[in-house]
C-alpha cells in the first residue's frame, strides 16, 4: 500500500541522496518525492510517497531515516487529514480547432494555459494525483508532446495533534 512520509532535513548538501540511497539499498520504491525548503530558515520538508507492503516494513522504514543524522522529525500522514497536491505541465499538440477543444477540456479541471505555439499548448494543472491522471488521460487523443510531474507534497491540514509517527525530535 502507498504510504506519505514527510519528513523535516537540515538543507544541506548531499542530504537527499543519503536518503534515497538509503531507500535503494533497502529496496524501498520510490512513487514519488518532493522536497524544498520549509517555514523554518535551514529546514526543508521532504514528502515520499512510498510502497511498502506491511506494517513491519513502515516500521523499518521510519528506524532508517530515524538513523539518518539530518533528517529532525518523521511523520507518516498516510491516513491522517492532509493537504496534498501535485504540479503536472502537460504540452499537448494541436492546431488552432483543436486548441479550442483542449481549453474546454482543461476547464472543468482548472488547469490553465501557460504557452501556446502553433502546433502546441502547454497546460498547468494543480490538485490531488487522481486529477492529474484524468486530465492526462483526456489528453492523451491530443497527442502528449511532454509531461513533467513534481510528485505529491503535503502536510497535516489544520492543527492536528502531533501524534502520527513523530520520530528523532533534535530538532535544532
Not at 533497502?26 to 518525492?33: E, H, L, T, Y
Not at 539518518?68 to 487529514?81: E, F, G, P, R, W
Not at 501556446?116 to 497546460?123: C, G, Q, Y
Amino acid at each position: 500500500m502507498k504510504r506519505i512520509i514527510t519528513a523535516d532535513v537540515q538543507n544541506q548538501s548531499g542530504v537527499l541522496n543519503r536518503i534515497t540511497g538509503m531507500l535503494h539499498k533497502r529496496q524501498f520504491n520510490i512513487d514519488s518525492i518532493t522536497v524544498g525548503k520549509s517555514e523554518r530558515p535551514g529546514i526543508s520538508k521532504m514528502t515520499f510517497v512510498v510502497e511498502i507492503s506491511d506494517d513491519q516494513k513502515l516500521e523499518q522504514l521510519t528506524k532508517q531515516l530515524n538513523k539518518q543524522i539530518d533528517v529532525l522529525k518523521v511523520k507518516d500522514i498516510t491516513d491522517k487529514a492532509i493537504v496534498a497536491r501535485e504540479l503536472a505541465l502537460i504540452k499537448v499538440g494541436g492546431n488552432a480547432q483543436q486548441q479550442a477543444e483542449i481549453q474546454g477540456v482543461i476547464n472543468p479541471f482548472r488547469a490553465s494555459v501557460i504557452d501556446v505555439s502553433k502546433d502546441s499548448l502547454t497546460i498547468q494543472v494543480t490538485g490531488k494525483t487522481d486529477k492529474i491522471e484524468a486530465l492526462i488521460a483526456l489528453l492523451r487523443p491530443y497527442g502528449i508532446k511532454e509531461l513533467a510531474r513534481t510528485g505529491m507534497t503535503a502536510f497535516l491540514r489544520g492543527n492536528q495533534p502531533q501524534e502520527v509517527t513523530e520520530i528523532n525530535s533534535h530538532l535544532v
